[in-house]
């Protein structure tokens, strides 16, 4: 059984850093390892909806998308143990959200990811406040 498990969030105060981890357990079928999968990190804040926040692949890496999060947000990954992170700088109140990592196992972050198929971690809520 494919398991996605999230971790690292809590209450920070604005400007502050947080490292989130997304550990990935079972087999899916072959083929499909953690080891060569891309890994998403979505977020969804209260009232919102889903939003895709950075992906990690072997052949680009990280990328992160939006503006407002783009040099502050950064993932990486430890195949060692089936770790992704990600990395979050100078959080904002807007940054206040659950967090989920989630695969399909395609191997590029490139590739139309698959939702109907897709694994998902519980999520880990960070909260950004005073």
């Known amino acids: 059984q494919v398991q996605l498990v999230e971790s690292g969030g809590g209450l920070v105060q604005p400007g502050e850093f947080l490292r989130l981890s997304c550990t990935g357990s079972g087999r899916a079928g072959p083929g499909r390892t953690f080891i060569r999968a891309a890994i998403r990190w979505f977020r969804q804040a209260p009232g919102k909806q889903r939003e895709l926040v950075s992906c990690?692949?072997?052949?680009?890496?990280?990328?992160v998308y939006g503006e407002s999060l783009k040099g502050r947000f950064t993932g990486s990954r430890n195949r060692v143990g089936n770790t992704s992170y990600l990395q979050m700088a100078n959080l904002t109140p807007e940054d206040t959200a659950t967090y989920y990592c989630?695969?399909?196992?395609?191997?590029?972050?490139?590739?139309?990811?698959?939702?109907?198929?897709?694994?998902w971690g519980d999520g880990t809520l960070v909260i950004v406040s005073t």
């Open positions: 990690i692949d072997d052949h680009d890496g990280s990328q």
């Open positions: 989630a695969t399909d196992f395609s191997i590029l972050c490139s590739e139309s990811f698959d939702y109907g198929t897709a694994y």
